[in-house]
Structures are given as C-alpha cells and as structure tokens.
C-alpha cells in the first residue's frame, strides 16, 4: 500500500519570495533524471524582477483536472500610486506588458518555477486606497494553465539564480 505521509512540522503554508523572470531571461530548464532534481538557468538577471509580497496575503495554488494544471499566485504589496517610487512604477509596467515565468519559495524552503515555453503566465493587478485606517495596497495575480505541475527547482540560495 502507497501512503502519502509528511511531516507535520514541515508544513508552513506561505510564500516568502517571488521572481518574475521574462522570456527573454529564461534559458532552460533542466533535470537530473537519476537524483529527481530541477535546475533552472536564466540569463539577464537584471531583466528579473523581484516582488516584494506581504507572506501572509501571499498563496501559490495548483488544481489539477483531466491533465491540465491551473496554476496562479496572489499576493499583496503595500503602496498606492502616490506612495510608490518611479523603480516600482516601472517593475510595474512591465510585469502589465507580457507573459512571465514566475519563481516562488514556501515558508519550507521549497522552490517551484511556474509556467512553461508553451504557457506562460499572465499578471493582472489592481491597486486600492482601502478604507480609513486600511492601507494602501496593490493586489496582484499570475495565473496560467499548463500541461505538468509546477517544478521544484533546486537552488543553493535563491539569491543566486
């Protein structure tokens, strides 16, 4: 009998770090079919743009149905328009202009690269003043559908890809 076990302890939910990482940055990605392993190369590491996301407004989901894996990730970063600088404001643009490959990390430390050559991922945003007392926010979504789970990459430190 095949039981699907884990340890209790290792089970964080969240995610602490997001890279959008453009088409033109993704190189490969690669396995290591004898130890189960992903690695991923990308080039152009200033075109990669890291989004700051409060961990606990930020979700990776995965469902599975009849082969086709709909993948996406919210989140939340604070800011508004006025309160935003002109860097921000440009990552911003960007990420509205295109397609994207995302790689994100659970509070576990577990790796996994969304999207694929023939699915990318979409970015939708919407920015909000909230009520009194609330703060200003910028919501966020990459969504897209692909024929395989997401990847667990493996990555020494993720600072480094």
Known sequence: MNVLNFEPAENMGGVCRIFAIPPTSFVRLWTDHVNRINYLTVRNREDIIDIYSIEEETIFNEEAESG??????????????????????????????????????????????????????????????????????????????????????????????
């Open 68 to 161: 086709i894996y709909v993948v996406s990730l919210t989140g939340i970063t604070p800011g508004g328009r006025g309160r935003v600088n002109a860097n921000m404001i440009n990552s911003l643009e960007k990420l509205d202009s295109g397609y994207w490959y995302v790689l994100c990390q659970d509070n576990n430390g577990y790796i996994r690269f969304l999207g694929t050559k023939d699915n990318m991922l979409t970015f939708k945003r919407s920015s909000t003043t909230g009520k009194l007392g609330d703060r200003n926010q910028i919501a966020f979504e990459f969504t897209g559908k692909q024929l395989c789970e997401a990847y667990y990459i493996q990555l020494d430190d993720i600072e480094s890809i």
